[in-house]
């Protein structure tokens, strides 16, 4: 998947290929949730959520300057260099926003300060790449058929073309 930023020219411009692979998914209590450092999930009859492991890689991240851009922005942090996380879907079309790849041991995020610990930087001009595997807790609507979602940032696309789909079994 590729994200690319609205009003190429006008303003800053991303760009990268993510690939990213679902390696496990598995159950996770609101129990379990609050031992990571959350306040518990209220209990909700409809709700149940996973814990999520993926790998995500990402190549050829660059960065153009805009033309109606302030000066100060001349480039981008590589770890900014994410999909968007958008939530889950059941096959019914019922769906929740959100999901946390945050804030907790072994979350994606923390994974990926982990493999850029010098907090790089693409300027204009550069192509730069990186993985990490790490985990993301996904609220999904119990009983169902659930799909994690990635919502592509890129003005190109029509509207439904936006979305990537991952089957959670």
Same mark, same amino acid.
């Given at each position: 998947?590729d994200?690319?930023?609205y009003?190429? %020219?006008?303003e *800053? #411009?991303?760009?990268?290929?993510?690939?990213? #692979?679902v390696?496990t998914?598995?159950?996770?209590? #609101? #129990?379990? +949730?609050e $031992?990571l =450092?959350?306040?518990?999930p209220?209990? *909700?009859?409809?709700?149940?959520?996973?814990?999520?492991d +993926?790998?995500l890689?990402v190549d *050829? $991240?660059?960065f !153009?300057?805009g033309? !109606?851009t302030? $000066?100060?922005?001349?480039?981008?942090?590589?770890?900014?260099?994410t999909? *968007?996380?958008w =939530?889950s879907k059941t096959?019914? %079309?019922?769906?929740?926003? %959100?999901g946390?790849a945050? =804030?907790? &041991? =072994?979350?994606?995020?923390k994974?990926i300060?982990?493999?850029?610990?010098?907090f790089?930087? /693409?300027?204009?001009?550069e192509?730069?790449?990186?993985? $990490?595997?790490?985990?993301i807790?996904l609220p /999904?609507?119990?009983g169902?058929?659930n799909?994690?979602?990635?919502k592509?940032?890129?003005?190109?696309?029509?509207? &439904?073309?936006?979305?990537?789909?991952f089957k959670?079994?």
């Open positions: 998947m994200k690319v930023n009003k190429e %020219g006008e *800053n #411009t991303t760009s990268a290929k993510y690939t990213v #692979t390696n998914v598995k159950p996770i209590s #609101t #129990t379990e +949730i $031992a =450092g959350y306040r518990k209220e209990a *909700n009859a409809l709700i149940e959520y996973k814990l999520i +993926i790998s890689k *050829n $991240a660059t !153009k300057k033309s !109606k302030d $000066a100060y922005y001349s480039d981008q942090y590589l770890s900014l260099y999909p *968007n996380l =939530g096959s019914d %079309g019922n769906h929740i926003i %959100g946390n945050s =804030g907790f &041991e =072994g979350s994606l995020d994974k300060h982990d493999a850029l610990p010098d790089p930087k /693409v300027k204009e001009g192509s730069k790449s990186y993985s $990490a595997s790490g985990k807790i /999904v609507i119990k169902q058929e799909y994690l979602i990635f592509r940032s890129d003005s190109t696309l029509e509207y &439904e073309d936006l979305y990537i789909y959670l079994q």
